[in-house]
C-alpha cells in the first residue's frame, strides 16, 4: 500500500492519550479502585469510541462495543505486564472486541482473488485526503463495505500485517491483499465523491 496514504490516513484518526501517572492509574484499576476506572474511562473513550465506530454499522453497536471492550480492559488489566504502550495494549483489545462484534452479527464477504486486482491503480490522491477532516474520513471509511473496511482499518489504521490479518480473520493473505486493494479503490472515490459535494456547498 502507498506509504502516503497511510500515514495521512493515521495521523487525522489515531492519538494515543498519555498519563503522568499511568503506572499509578494502572494499579488503582487492577486493585479495582473506582475512581481510577472512572479517569480510564473518560481518558480513552472518545478515542475507543473512534476505533468501534469504524467497525459497527452504527452508534448504538459502536457504545455496546465499547461497553464490552471496557470490561474485557478492567478484567485483563492484571495481565498487562508493561511490555510496549498500555494504549496500544488497550487499543488492541477493542479491535479484538469490534471483530468479535463483526463475525457474531455481519458475515464478511472475501471472494476476490488478488490477480483479479492486479489492473487496479494502486493510487490515492492524497491531496484530495488533505482536504477531509478526520470525521469526514470515518464517514468514507464508514461506506466501505464491511469486509473491505474491516481490513482496511486493520491494515491502514491499526497497522497490522496481511499475513497478521490473515491469521486474525481466518482468511488466505492473499484475500487480505486483494479486499485491500478494492477498498483503497473506493475509498478514492468516496474521498472525491465528498470533495465534490463540498465543493458544490462552497464554491
Known amino acids: 500500500m502507498d506509504i502516503s496514504l497511510v500515514q495521512s490516513?493515521?495521523?487525522k484518526i489515531i492519538g494515543y492519550n498519555r498519563f503522568i501517572d499511568e503506572n499509578e492509574l494502572i494499579a488503582g484499576c487492577r486493585n479495582g479502585d473506582s475512581k481510577a476506572q472512572r479517569f480510564l474511562y473518560s481518558m480513552y473513550a472518545p478515542k475507543m469510541l473512534g476505533v468501534c465506530r469504524r467497525y459497527a454499522t452504527d452508534m448504538e453497536n459502536a457504545q455496546d462495543i465499547m461497553q464490552?471492550?471496557?470490561i474485557k480492559v478492567f478484567d485483563k488489566i492484571g495481565t498487562y505486564r508493561g511490555e510496549g504502550a498500555f494504549a496500544g495494549w488497550i487499543r488492541r483489545i477493542f479491535v479484538n472486541t469490534a471483530l468479535e462484534y463483526l463475525r457474531k452479527s455481519t458475515p464478511m464477504k472475501f471472494s476476490i482473488n488478488v490477480d483479479e486486482c492486479?489492473?487496479?491503480e494502486d493510487e490515492?490522491?492524497?491531496?484530495?485526503l488533505s482536504k477531509l477532516d478526520a470525521e469526514d474520513l470515518l464517514t468514507c471509511i464508514s461506506h466501505l463495505p464491511v469486509?473491505?473496511?474491516?481490513?482496511?482499518?486493520?491494515y491502514?489504521?491499526?497497522?497490522y500485517s496481511h499475513?497478521?490479518?490473515a491469521e486474525m480473520l481466518d482468511i488466505k493473505e492473499s484475500t487480505s491483499q486483494s479486499q485491500l486493494l478494492r477498498a483503497k479503490r473506493l475509498l478514492q472515490k468516496n474521498v472525491l465523491l465528498l470533495n465534490g459535494r463540498e465543493y458544490a456547498k462552497h464554491g
Request: avoid cysteine; proline fraction near 0%.
Open 9 to 11: 490516513v493515521r495521523e
Open 124 to 128: 490515492v490522491n492524497v491531496s484530495a
Open 156 to 159: 491502514a489504521i491499526e497497522g
Open 118 to 120: 492486479k489492473s487496479i
Open 68 to 70: 464490552d471492550g471496557f
Open 147 to 154: 469486509g473491505y473496511r474491516t481490513i482496511f482499518n486493520l
Open 163 to 165: 499475513s497478521e490479518i
